[in-house]
């Protein structure tokens, strides 16, 4: 079986020619990122090890990793434009979906960290499969571990060139500052499910007949879907909150509603065939992240968790092509 596990012994090795960083070859490096992003580094290197008979140790399949993940995103912040993923040209009048959102990851230095992730797609790409599900074919996903003064700029990147978008988030102040700010012109929605989710807070709190909470939720909930915030927001102000924690979560449904009433036309959004809920973002974080790096044990370096997390999000946008160009222009 040949050996890579230590980079003096590579040096003079055939398949090191072309190479100094890491005295493996363009596909050798090509798969370690491929592995590496798909599977623990220690399973990778035993993939390594059962399919191509060759020795490759899991903290060089790291390494590689790492280096890579990281370029990734120094091309990025320096518009290089040939490295970032598009989406295919759409239909006309084919609207784009932005949609943002945070997943926490666990850390060494710092525990939990929020990992930040972006997933743009067209209305022509969401294909309905059963009756009440339906499945994105073709995304692009952006992520960063970090802040959101580092996250949006990158992410904006991605943005380039699209019309049309329409933005779906949940009541992240620096999710609508940003959309704002930067596109006034897009179509701003509030993720229904998290809008529901203030109605259920407080009927739980006010009611403790379950059929009397049942109904009184069905209802509010049938306004808020024509378009009756306003009726929702009077029947709220009007209701004598039973208990300190309904007075609590009653005024957090009002100033919540307030702040967001343009975004919450659902009546309008469904009739213009728009999306109303976030769930293709929430998806994406248990596909794109969270199966590799949210496992049982892991504890990342914040350094580490970035360029993985980039590497996922290539493979998972399709354009792991983009990937082979840059570790092929670094030999």
């Keep these: 079986m040949t050996s890579f596990g230590r980079l003096e012994l590579r040096k003079d090795h055939s398949l090191s020619k072309g190479t100094s960083k890491f005295g493996i070859s363009e596909r050798m490096r090509t798969l370690c990122c491929l592995l590496g992003q798909s599977a623990v580094y220690e399973e990778a290197s035993e993939l390594f090890a059962e399919m191509l008979g060759i020795e490759l140790c899991a903290p060089q399949i790291q390494r590689v990793c790492t280096h890579y993940g990281h370029t990734v995103d120094d091309l990025i ?3 290089c434009e040939s490295v970032i993923p598009r989406l295919e040209a759409g239909q006309a009048h084919d609207k784009v979906y932005v949609m943002l959102d945070g997943s926490m990851v666990f850390t060494r230095d710092d525990g939990w960290r929020e990992l930040k992730l972006g997933r743009l797609f067209r209305d022509s790409q969401v294909v309905n499969i059963q009756p009440k599900r339906s499945e994105v074919m073709e995304s692009v996903y952006v992520s960063h571990l970090g ?3 580092t996250f949006l700029p990158k992410f904006e990147r ?3 060139g699209y019309t049309d978008k329409v933005i779906i988030g949940d009541g992240a102040k620096w999710i609508w500052n940003w959309a704002d700010d930067n596109y006034p012109g897009a179509i701003q929605i509030l993720d229904f499910y998290h809008a529901k989710e203030k109605l259920v807070l407080f009927a739980r709190a006010q009611y403790q007949d379950e059929q009397t909470r049942l ?3 069905e209802l509010q909930t049938e306004k808020l879907l024509d378009d009756g915030l306003e009726e929702v927001l009077a029947t709220l102000r009007s209701c004598r909150a039973s208990n300190p ?3 609590l979560a009653k005024q957090k449904a009002i100033d919540y509603y307030v702040e967001h009433d343009d975004r919450m036309q659902y009546k309008t959004y469904r009739e213009q065939g728009l999306m109303i809920g976030s769930g293709p973002i929430e998806a994406a974080h248990r596909s794109v992240i969270q199966q590799r790096m949210k496992l049982s044990g892991q ?3 914040v350094y580490g968790a970035q360029a993985i997390a980039n590497l996922r999000c290539y493979r ?5 092509s983009k990937i082979k160009t840059i570790i092929a222009a670094a030999a």
């Design 245 to 247: 924690e309904a007075k």
């Design 158 to 160: 991605h943005l380039v």
């Design 316 to 320: 998972h946008s399709g354009a792991w």
């Design 299 to 301: 504890k990342w370096s």
């Design 215 to 217: 109904n009184w939720l």
């Design 77 to 79: 912040m320096a518009n």
């Design 147 to 149: 802040s959101i003064e």
